[in-house]
């Protein structure tokens, strides 16, 4: 299925092996697609070049690109695309995730013991070098304290920890300092709610590449408004926070930046893995000059994935995890639950680490590097059906908007114009006063109607 946003072409594409997400953002990326599918004529039609002018010829790009793309794989496209730095990616089945020896090596698909059975499923997406997940570990119960340090040798972490209590009017993040290097939505929300939580939150920008978010006019009326103060997406996603603008190209303002990361607790960015190491800004430099620094690093991929270099949008992290092919009704083709849906999950992942990550340095003085793959933070998603898959064998099984267990469970169109409710019935006891509530007393009466089963079949 092909989603759009408004000035851009989101979408999953049939190839002749496989499917293939693509996300076209850019000018500079319509024409380099142009010419990886050898499309060259198009690449400078003035009603191709933005996003707005390609979707008033929906029918018509289509047709040109969609039989092109089924004339190669969509791995062959995947090596194209990173030649030419264009958001593309095949979309992988179950099985082929659980094929991954790149996951299994960094944790994103780990073993599961299902009583006597052995199977697979969905690790950690966090990532936390000195802090991760404990294997084997049991689920502490209800009120217990449970010590990890004889498992990690953190000699410190149970004995130095001292319970806080916090004042109802005291943010819990009160006196610790963020340094944020991040731009769009991934980041900067992960960033705006350590900020909300009571952070100082210091915004780094530099004029040649400040956030996106901002705008992308460069009118003067745009400029002498100051409107690029006032984009409200920038504005939601930077709330509670400070900014410098700083040229790290300049001596001076890397010196002012390293200064800032002396003084921080955390530092988070989203940019391409190599961009702060090529500024002598990376974590084996930063841990050096404060011990005691929490650094996350968002990437699409993680840092020493294969495809860390690939670029990547919110949708190309839908696209990659694997949800597409299960998501949707059983007659579906691989589909898109939202064109940015990856970002925010990306985000909020990022923020419980760097969370995890500040209570260990409080408690042993250690910072740490969290290798954050966004990619891998939509994976849980899909986690059912690859455990499933690695037990069983059997093709994931899409359910829509049923449910595997609920019955009566989806979206149903009420009275009025674009009128809908959500319904799902959990129990026997929620169905006939589910039954009552719609005026029909005899089915709750029914007693086959008590079992779920019996419920289907009359769905």
């Not at 460069?218 to 400029?223: E, K, N, T, V």
């Not at 990659?320 to 970002?343: E, K, R």
């Amino acid at each position: 299925m092909i989603r759009f946003w408004p000035g851009s072409p989101v979408g999953i594409y049939e190839t002749r092996k496989g499917w293939l997400g693509v996300t076209i953002v850019t000018p500079a990326q319509w024409r380099a697609f142009c010419d990886m599918l050898g499309l060259s004529e198009l690449r400078g039609e003035s009603d191709w070049i933005f996003g707005e002018d390609r979707l008033k010829h929906l029918e018509k790009f289509e047709l040109v690109f969609m039989s092109r793309l089924k004339t190669r794989t969509a791995q062959e496209w995947f090596r194209e695309g990173k030649k030419r730095r264009l958001p593309a990616v095949p979309v992988p089945e179950i099985s082929d995730l659980l094929r991954d020896n790149e996951k299994k090596a960094r944790g994103a698909i780990v073993p599961i013991l299902l009583g006597e059975e052995e199977g697979l499923t969905v690790g950690s997406a966090q990532r936390l070098t000195l802090t991760p997940p404990r294997r084997g570990g049991k689920v502490p119960a209800l009120g217990e304290r449970q010590s990890n340090d004889s498992a990690r040798g953190d000699t410190h972490a149970a004995s130095s920890a001292t319970p806080v209590r916090m004042e109802a009017a005291r943010r819990p993040l009160r006196g610790i300092r963020v340094t944020d290097f991040s731009m769009g939505w991934a980041g900067p929300l992960c960033t705006r709610t350590l900020a909300d939580l009571g952070a100082d939150v210091i915004k780094v920008e530099a004029i040649q590449y400040a956030d996106w978010w901002r705008g992308v006019d460069r009118s003067p009326s745009y400029i002498n408004a100051q409107m690029y103060e006032k984009s409200i997406r920038f504005c939601i996603l930077n709330r509670n926070k400070r900014g410098i603008t700083l040229d790290l190209t300049r001596p001076r303002g890397l010196d002012l930046a390293r200064q800032l990361l002396t003084d921080a607790d955390a530092v988070v960015d989203n940019y391409s893995v190599n961009v702060l190491p090529k500024l002598g800004l990376g974590y084996d430099v930063l841990r050096t000059l404060n011990p005691r620094l929490v650094m996350l690093s968002m990437s699409a991929f993680g840092s020493n994935s294969v495809n860390r270099d690939c670029r990547a949008y919110g949708s190309t992290l839908e696209q990659g995890s694997g949800l597409p092919t299960v998501i949707g009704n059983p007659t579906d083709i691989a589909v898109m639950s939202h064109v940015a849906f990856g970002v925010p999950v990306g985000g909020l992942n990022g923020c419980a680490a760097v969370l995890v990550a500040l209570i260990h340095a409080r408690n042993t003085g250690q910072g740490q590097f969290i290798d954050l793959a966004q990619i891998e933070c939509m994976m849980p998603f899909a986690a059912l059906w690859i455990t499933v898959h690695s037990t069983s064998g059997t093709p994931p099984t899409r359910y829509g908007n049923r449910h595997p267990q609920f019955v009566p469970h989806g979206c149903f169109r009420c009275a009025g114009e674009d009128n809908w409710i959500m319904v799902a019935a959990t129990n026997a006891e929620m169905w006939q006063r589910l039954a009552h509530v719609i005026g029909r007393p005899d089915w709750a009466a029914d007693p086959s109607l008590h079992f779920a089963e019996a419920r289907r079949r009359n769905h």
